[in-house]
């Protein structure tokens, strides 16, 4: 996920990304149970990019 292309967008922009992403991040975890995920290291790239875009929402609507 690009730091810039997250920057452009606006607040509703941003909610629907994390939303996708949340969606995401539950889809690599139920792969990761079940064990047919093979990038592991996705996850943790799926929860960084929630904390990214939860912290530019955050500043756009201070």
């Given at each position: 996920?690009?730091?810039?292309n997250l920057?452009?967008?606006?607040?509703?922009?941003?909610?629907?990304e994390i939303?996708?992403?949340?969606?995401?991040?539950?889809?690599?975890?139920?792969?990761?149970?079940?064990?047919?995920?093979?990038?592991?290291?996705?996850?943790?790239?799926?929860?960084?990019?929630?904390?990214?875009?939860?912290?530019?929402?955050?500043?756009?609507?201070?």
């Amino acid at each position: 996920m690009d730091l810039a292309n997250l920057r452009e967008q606006d607040a509703a922009g941003l909610r629907a990304e994390i939303v996708a992403l949340r969606k995401e991040q539950m889809n690599l975890r139920l792969q990761l149970a079940t064990g047919q995920s093979t990038k592991t290291h996705r996850l943790r790239e799926v929860r960084r990019d929630i904390a990214r875009c939860k912290t530019l929402l955050r500043a756009k609507e201070a």
